[in-house]
C-alpha cells in the first residue's frame, strides 16, 4: 500500500522534537518496515525533494500573505497552501501510483482537493480544543481556524483523531463520525546525549517539558512554585522547551520571579532534541504536565514509556491513558491548588507504590508499540479503501 502523507510540518534535518512531524516521522518509518510505502508532502521554507532513509519527501514552498487582520491573513494563507499543495498531489498522482491519502488538519490543508483518490484527515489538533482558554489566540482567530478545519473534513472519506476527546469535540461540531486510533510511540534515539543531565546528577528534580505558553499550564505552575520548593527544600524545578509570554511576562523571568528566594532552584532549558531530553526525563523523580488541553500529548507519551509517573490534566487527553493513582496522576484543569494536592500525593508515595505506578505506566505506553499501533492504522486504511470500493460499484 502507498499512503501519501500531506502535512504542513516534517522534519526538516536530525530528529522530530514537535508533535507532528515526531508522528510522522514514526509511522512513516514503521509503514516502510512492514513493507508499505509512505511519501511526504509537507509545506517548507523552499521546494525541495529528499530521499530519508528510503522515504520520499516532497518540500513545497507556500509564500505567507501578510496582513494586520490575523484572521484574513490565515484565510489568504489557508486557501494558498491547500490550492498549491493540491495541485502538487495531482502532479504527483500522474506519476505515482497512491492508494490512499492522510491530510493533517491544520490550516484546512484537504479544504481544495477534488482527487479520485480516498482521502482521510488525521485531527492534528481542533482549534476549539487547543485555544479554548483565547489567551494566546483571540476567539475570532479560533473560530476562523474551527470552521477551516471543519470544512476542510468534507473532502475525506473518513476523519480520525488521536484520543477520544477530540474525536468527540470535533464529531459533534462537524457531525461528522471520528475514529480514535491512538498513535504509535517508539524511542528511535540511539545515542543520548547526557551532557546536561549530568549537570543535574545529585539533584531531586520535578519535570515539565514542552512549549512554556499559558494553555500548557506554566502559569499554574508559577503560583503554586514557592510553596513547593518551599516545602520540599532538597527538590528542584527543572523545564524545557520555548518560552512564550504569560499575561504579558516572559516565561522564564515569570518563574523565576515567583520562586523568590528560590529561583536558583529553577532550571530551564532551551527546547532539546531527544538525545538530550530523554536523560533529563529518566533522572526525574516526576513529571508535571499541566496542560490545559492536548490531543494525546506527546510528552505524556514520552514520560511514561520510561516508567515516569506523570501528573497530567483530567480532561485535557491524558486521561486517555493515566488511570489516577494506578499508572499516574490526573489534576484538574487550570487549578493551581489542585495541582499542588497533587504534587503532595506523589511526594507521599512510598518507594513500593511509586515503583508499581511507574510499572503501570511503561505497560501502558507498550500498546502503542508500532507493531500494534501502526497494524490498526493500516487495517483502517484498508476499510476506508474497501468502503470507497463499495461506492464505486
Known amino acids: 500500500m502507498t499512503i501519501l502523507f500531506a502535512t504542513t510540518d516534517y522534519v526538516g534535518s536530525g530528529k522530530p522534537m514537535t508533535g507532528l512531524p515526531a508522528y510522522l516521522y514514526r509511522v512513516s518509518r514503521a509503514l516502510s518496515d512492514m513493507g508499505h510505502t509512505p511519501i511526504i508532502m509537507t509545506l517548507g521554507h523552499h521546494d525541495f525533494y529528499r530521499n530519508d532513509d528510503g522515504i ?5 514552498y507556500v509564500p505567507s500573505s501578510y496582513y494586520k487582520n490575523k484572521c484574513v491573513g490565515y484565510i489568504c494563507d489557508a486557501v494558498s497552501k491547500s490550492r498549491i499543495m493540491n495541485r502538487r498531489i495531482k502532479e504527483l498522482s500522474y506519476r505515482r501510483h497512491i492508494d490512499v491519502i492522510q491530510f493533517t488538519s491544520l490550516m484546512g490543508l484537504p479544504l481544495c482537493y477534488t482527487g479520485d483518490i480516498p482521502a482521510v484527515l488525521r485531527l492534528s489538533s481542533y482549534a476549539r480544543i487547543a485555544f479554548s482558554t483565547h489567551i494566546s489566540v483571540e476567539k475570532t482567530l479560533v473560530e476562523t481556524m474551527a470552521f477551516f478545519e471543519r470544512h476542510s473534513a468534507k473532502r475525506c472519506v473518513a476523519v480520525y483523531a488521536p484520543c477520544q476527546a477530540t474525536a468527540d469535540q470535533f464529531g459533534r ?121 492536548d490531543n494525546l500529548a506527546n510528552a505524556c507519551l514520552e514520560a511514561m514509556s520510561f516508567a ?14 493515566i488511570e ?70
Do not use: W
Open 173 to 293: 461540531d462537524a457531525g461528522r463520525k471520528v475514529y480514535v486510533l491512538e498513535p504509535p510511540f517508539q524511542n528511535e534515539v540511539e545515542c543520548y546525549d547526557y551532557s546536561l543531565a549530568d549537570g543535574l546528577k545529585g539533584k531531586k528534580y520535578i519535570f515539565f517539558f514542552g512549549i512554556l505558553s499559558p494553555e500548557k499550564g506554566i502559569g499554574v505552575i508559577a503560583e503554586i512554585i514557592y510553596r513547593f520548593l518551599d516545602a520540599y527544600r532538597d527538590y528542584t524545578f527543572v523545564f524545557a522547551g520555548q518560552p512564550y509570554e504569560v499575561n504579558g511576562i516572559h516565561a522564564h523571568t515569570l518563574l523565576k520571579q515567583r520562586a523568590k528566594e528560590y529561583a536558583d532552584r529553577v532550571i530551564l532549558f532551551k527546547p532539546l532534541p531527544h538525545e538530550q531530553l530523554y536523560p533529563i526525563i529518566m533522572g526525574a523523580e516526576f513529571i508535571v504536565l499541566p496542560y490545559f488541553n
Open 308 to 321: 515516569k509517573v506523570v501528573i497530567g490534566t483530567d480532561g485535557g487527553s491524558f486521561e486517555q491513558v
Open 324 to 393: 489516577h493513582g494506578y499508572n499516574g496522576v490526573l489534576c484538574q484543569r487550570n487549578d493551581p491548588e489542585d495541582l499542588l494536592v497533587q504534587l503532595q500525593y506523589v511526594m507521599n508515595l512510598s518507594s513500593e507504590e511509586k515503583c508499581e505506578m511507574e510499572k503501570n505506566a511503561k505497560r501502558r505506553i507498550d500498546l502503542l508499540k508500532p507493531e500494534i499501533a501502526v497494524k490498526k492504522l493500516v487495517r483502517f486504511y484498508g476499510r476506508v479503501l474497501r468502503y470507497r470500493g463499495r461506492n464505486k460499484e
Open 56 to 60: 520520499e519527501v516532497y518540500t513545497i
